[in-house]
């Protein structure tokens, strides 16, 4: 046979084993059913129960076109690849080999950016919201306050880094002060772990304050206090500003006990938001601090949204938390110089925690 005989015949083998891995794929989609695993290793492997995954299946499924090929996946086989992403955080590759998506890497990355694009549509608006009704109103100031006395207080917030790889563009605006690229998310939690509020379109080197200052979460609860709502507060740590809506710690202390106090209180009641922060993270170690999203700064906030409204699902159906270690809190926090609202709110803010301060604490 001549080189150009054994060439062809070389290719040929090869279609011939890439078609024989397609058909074993589908195979394998075909015949392994994420439901057959028993509660704990389902749970493990998609970091949602059952129920959970049912709903969020019958969410997906109103979106997705039907397939018309012998070869197309089924919504639940979509799913699960997707969850299994969002779980461990690895390679599509890895992804895709594993026994229960049986999928390429291209597969892998075309489906992951469609349901991504539905799950943000659909579940986001649904399962992210800052609105309370007057029962959860109350229900949140007194599971806070049985906290640590802190009065009034409905949700907590704080900013954390997700890390990316550098992007084409702008890299200099994701450098953050740790020395990695990063996207700095503001999360917004109430007194169940639950996140009402999520803006992951920041780069990294943005200041908690300045995210804060641009957030539509400052002006949902600012434009609550000037219709008059004056006893319902957030939670935030030195680096947000102090404003009627949002009470922060004392930054000078010295040797006053009832500022100590103040503070401590602050903190043990804050805390919860670093928890959340702590089980959002993983549940879904795609966002875990040692990895990094290997995606545009714009698809890693889809992630990060997603998640988050994942993460509330999981709580809705009470899902068990995942969460290894509880972040200690610290009194002596990094102090950033935030941009200040008018002399007006000012004022307030410090006539509010001064109360706070001498009354409660």
Known sequence: MDTIGIVIAAVDEEAVQQQEIKIQRRRLRDTCNPFDLDATLFRKNFRLNKDA????????????????????MTPICRLS??????????????????????????????????????????LCPKWINLNMNDVETIEAKGEFYSKAGFPSVVMCVDGTHINIVAPAQEKALFYNRKGNFSLNVMLICDHKMKIRCVDAKYPGSNHDSHIWNLSNAKMHFKKKYDEGERNTWLLGDAGYPLEPWLMTPFRCVGDDRSKTKYNISHSKTRNIIERTIGVLKNRFRCILGARQLHYSPQKAAQIVNVVCALH??????????????????????????????????????????????????
């Open 53 to 72: 995954f049912k709903y969020v299946l019958e969410e997906l499924e109103a979106e997705l076109e039907p397939g018309v090929l012998s070869t197309s």
């Open 81 to 122: 690849a997707v969850l299994r992403f969002l779980a461990e955080g690895g390679y599509q590759l890895g992804t895709g080999n594993d026994f229960k998506n049986a999928m390429a890497q291209s597969t892998i990355s075309t489906n992951l950016s469609k349901v991504l694009q539905i799950l943000e549509r659909k």
């Open 312 to 361: 509330n699902i999981c709580i809705h159906f009470k899902v068990e938390n995942y969460l290894d270690t509880i972040p200690e809190v610290s009194l002596n926090e990094e102090i950033h110089q935030g941009e200040h609202d008018q002399q007006t709110y000012r004022n307030a803010a410090n006539t509010i925690r001064e109360n706070i301060k001498n009354t409660f604490i």
